[in-house]
């Protein structure tokens, strides 16, 4: 380690040990020096002798218990902020030294020799969409994420007036951050009931209008420069970096998703993405001082702002008469007007009026750039390349909604409504619930392709049914008063077959979305492949699809692109992780190489989850790992939960994680566009990998087949309580689920095992499967693969990061205490296998321990291990008396809840 890096570790842990010392004063300020004095005897118990400290925390009452837990769960939210901004000053000295990721990217670029034309064509096709989820993976609450970021900001003031003058006033800053951390404490962590679908929606309109303030535009700005000097000429009103959401628009398995939900959703967007606008305006009214007298505007500029001073007779006379010789400002005021008009419009559902408010973003785009093509005509071109530029950039990319969302459903939903629509026909003869798969394929592929309505305007449907078929209407009747990017993408969750995605098809088309005859799809279709075997079948779904004439015109409506999305969680729920992750990249090669036969462009949807577990892990290299060719400028990501807060709360950490994304997808399109390596070598990688997938695969079903499994899940972790976190408006297991595992969602299945330290989504099989593919194969093969196959190697990088956050000390704790004796052969199965994982990846690395090629994050990790073994010992303590007593205790809860978020804030994750 060089000693930059071991300054910068210096100064990390000295602002963590000054924000405990600072909360230390803080608890004693609050509850006395007994908490304090208990937190120190706590930790010293935990490692000196664990059966003291379990005498310790079983004497403690209820409310002394809830303190600890607090005061633990406050130091690791102090402690996380304080790396992020650390994490935030390291990429500001590193882009300030070397630049950036596209910097780099772009050296590899040139390296390659590629003509410039064909530079231009990947850059036209650049379409990166980080899509926000409502899945609840975090934890803390938006009232203590927002006092954490003023810490950030606390901390980052003070660091920028030590660097300008060489002084700390640290007595001042220490008194600031004393204040937040005393409103920290008295806030409460865990929230008073279940959060709904809107308040979702604004903790994403948090992020996204932090992001068109700041980082998305910048981000822009960096790609479109550096794309100029690699010889391509990206337009202003590019938008290679867009945004997505499901809140508000994913139903599957949420029944508070209405449509009214949704309409309201879109609604809000709405409104705070006006906003965002016009606090774009706001700083151009202020910067745009530019007088005619000196400098005479376009005629252009002249006659729209003719146009626009006509349509708005409410623009208050005085800004006519103040800013008469200031045409760029007053145009700026007319724009301002015509978005508050928007809103009004919006809001009291009137219609549109041209000139008067915009129709969607567009207009605003058009508006912007008549201002930028006057300035650059009137010797202003680095006015026009500044804050306006920026401000063009943000409105193509966030439009007037913010982010395009996307809606969601079940396959079985849709079968629903086609089943009541059919038999009331009665043209089959049979119900239509009894048709095999084949045979509803080819009715709807006919139904499809035909003219006649299959429901009337009046259709009488089941209150279910009318919900789902309302969906589509919404969508349709949004589209038309919110503009056409405001919805894009209908996904079918479990899709199994063509005829889930005939289905929904078909009741876009009786909502109106899509006419065959007229080739106009105003929505894509999109099927969503979860489980193993959907993953495997993927190709030939897809192949089938695009035989069917009337769904490859329903395609070619789109632009010959079809998205597919590829699920995660399940499929790792379901079958390990070395399974789920291998099924996912050789879908993508089927789903490659079908699209690319039939002439179709394929736009991959990844529904990566925030923890390794479900399919999480560093995004840059999960975007390089992708098999060649799959990348062709565009992707989708899912962002979700506490990866939100980690990413976005900061803006140079926003901007980085942005660009990381933006410089992957072109590097992938540009470089990853063929094999990087010999047929035969791949074959051989591809075998060797089956070989690792199928006996981790059988390893992993051993366990969770299991008889005795469920029992022994429910009780080893705190997962009955994830519904009391409030956490999400969506329910933990799926409709008419039973207490086993088959209805628990892939969330709460992560949460558990990462509470309890054994975090089997993680690693558990891998080791098998390794061993097996060394003794089949050989050990050199996987060495290759390990040094030469990016695919393999981040695999292996973060199976590595789990195994170093499992710790089966811990987790033995959680077994003697909590679960029944008879199944404690499961927990000796789970250390066999971890013992043999470490082994395997430990030959794979060459190392002696884990994470010795990162030993600040081993550091980091150790260090949290201090503070985290109290919490998990508490915790243990807790749901021992909360299991026992006869009545629920409402603070017994409380408390639990509290160990909860501690341990996800030390861990950095919740599921």
Request: charged share 25%; with cysteine; glycine share 8%.
């Amino acid at each position: 380690m060089d000693a930059q890096t071991v300054d910068i570790d210096a100064k990390l842990r000295a602002d963590i040990r000054r924000l405990g010392t600072l909360l230390g004063h803080g608890l004693t300020r609050q509850e006395g020096p007994e908490l304090l004095d208990l937190v120190e005897r706590v930790r010293r118990a935990v490692r000196t002798d664990a059966d003291e400290a379990e005498e310790l925390l079983a004497g403690l009452d209820v409310t002394t218990s809830k303190n600890l837990a607090r005061a633990f769960s406050l130091y690791f939210h102090l402690a996380n902020i304080t790396e992020q901004v650390h994490r935030a000053r390291e990429l500001r000295r590193r882009r300030a030294v070397g630049g950036g990721w596209l910097r780099e990217a772009a050296a590899e670029i040139r390296a390659e020799g590629l003509p410039a034309e064909t530079i231009a064509h990947a850059a036209r096709r650049l379409d990166v969409r980080p899509v926000f989820t409502a899945h609840p993976t975090e934890a803390a609450r938006r009232s203590i994420l927002t006092k954490l970021r003023e810490v950030a900001d606390v901390l980052d003031v003070e660091a920028a007036d030590a660097a300008l003058t060489g002084h700390v006033d640290t007595e001042s800053t220490d008194e600031r951050l004393s204040e937040l951390i005393d409103l920290l404490w008295q806030t409460d962590e865990v929230r008073a009931e279940r959060p709904a679908p809107s308040d979702e929606a604004r903790n994403a309109v948090y992020y996204l209008t932090d992001l068109y303030a700041d980082a998305a535009p910048r981000v822009q700005a960096d790609l479109a420069r550096t794309l100029v000097e690699l010889g391509a000429n990206p337009s202003l009103t590019d938008t290679p970096l867009r945004f997505g959401t499901w809140i508000g628009g994913d139903r599957d398995g949420n029944p508070f998703v209405t449509p009214q939900v949704t309409e309201n959703i879109l609604l809000l967007q709405h409104e705070h993405g006006i906003r965002a606008a016009e606090a774009a305006l706001d700083a151009l009214i202020s910067e745009l001082s530019i007088s005619r007298r000196l400098r005479p505007a376009s005629p252009e500029l002249m006659a729209s702002l003719a146009v626009d001073l006509e349509a708005l007779p409410r623009l208050p006379e005085r800004f006519r008469r103040v800013n008469a010789e200031e045409p760029y400002r007053l145009k700026a005021r007319c724009m301002r007007a015509k978005l508050e008009a928007t809103r009004e419009r919006h809001a009291n559902r009137g219609r549109h009026e041209p000139g008067v408010d915009y129709a969607d973003g567009s207009e605003l785009v058009a508006d912007l750039l008549v201002l930028h093509d006057s300035l650059v005509a009137g010797a202003g071109r680095l006015a026009a390349a500044g804050r306006l530029a920026n401000a063009i950039r943000a409105a193509a990319a966030f439009g007037l909604h913010l982010a395009t969302m996307d809606v969601r459903e079940h396959a079985a939903a849709h079968h629903a409504v086609l089943a009541e629509l059919f038999d009331r026909l009665g043209e089959l003869d049979r119900p239509y619930s009894a048709l095999s798969r084949e045979e509803r394929t080819e009715l709807l592929a006919r139904e499809l392709g035909s003219r006649r309505p299959l429901a009337p305007t009046d259709v009488r449907l089941s209150d279910a049914n009318r919900r789902t078929f309302d969906v589509f209407t919404t969508i349709r009747s949004a589209r038309r008063r919110f503009g056409a990017e405001v919805i894009e993408s209908y996904i079918i969750s479990m899709t199994e077959g063509a005829d889930d995605v005939l289905a929904a098809a078909i009741l876009a088309r009786e909502a109106g979305l899509i006419d065959v005859g007229e080739g106009r799809a105003d929505i894509g279709i999109v099927p969503l492949l979860e489980g193993v075997p959907e993953l495997d079948s993927g190709g030939t779904t897809l192949r089938r699809l695009l035989d069917i004439a009337p769904y490859r015109a329903i395609v070619e409506a789109r632009g010959g692109v079809q998205e597919v999305m590829l699920g995660y969680s399940d499929s790792n729920k379901e079958s390990g992780i070395a399974a789920s992750q291998w099924a996912i990249q050789s879908a993508q090669r089927d789903l490659r190489d079908i699209a690319h036969a039939a002439g179709v462009r394929l736009r991959l949807f990844h529904g990566r989850g925030g923890t390794v577990g479900r399919g999480g892990g560093p995004t840059h290299e999960a975007i390089l790992a992708q098999p060649s060719g799959t990348l062709d400028g565009s992707i989708k990501v899912t962002e979700q939960g506490e990866v939100l807060s980690d990413k976005y709360t900061l803006p140079v950490l926003a901007r980085e994680n942005l660009e990381l994304s933006v410089a992957a997808v072109l590097k992938a399109t540009l470089l990853h566009a063929v094999p990087r390596h010999p047929k035969d070598v791949l074959d051989g990688w591809y075998s060797t990998m089956d070989m690792v997938s199928g006996a981790a695969r059988s390893r992993y079903r051993e366990l969770v087949d299991d008889p005795g499994l469920p029992e022994y899940f429910w009780a080893v972790s705190p997962t009955e309580l994830l519904g009391a976190l409030n956490i999400g408006s969506r329910p933990a297991k799926r409709p008419n689920a039973d207490a086993g595992l088959g209805g628990l969602r892939a969330i709460p299945w992560v949460f558990g095992w990462t509470q309890s330290r054994q975090i089997v989504p993680g690693w558990f099989g891998v080791g098998s499967g390794l061993a097996a593919a060394r003794r089949a194969a050989g050990g050199d093969v996987l060495d290759q693969m390990h040094r030469q196959w990016q695919f393999f190697s981040t695999f292996i990088s973060n199976v590595e990061m789990t195994l170093a956050k499992t710790d089966l000390d811990i987790a033995a704790r959680y077994v003697r205490q909590l679960v029944p004796e008879r199944l404690h052969g499961l927990f000796d199965v789970i250390r066999t296998e971890h013992e043999l994982t470490v082994s395997e990846v430990l030959r794979l690395t060459g190392n002696d321990e884990l994470l010795a090629a990162n030993p600040q994050l081993r550091r980091t990790l150790d260090v949290r291990d201090r503070y985290l073994a109290p919490l998990h010992h508490l915790q243990v303590s807790l749901l021992k008396r909360y299991r026992t007593e006869s009545e629920a205790d409402p603070q017994l809860t409380r408390a639990l809840l509290t160990t909860v978020n501690g341990i996800a804030a030390g861990m950095r994750n919740t599921g």
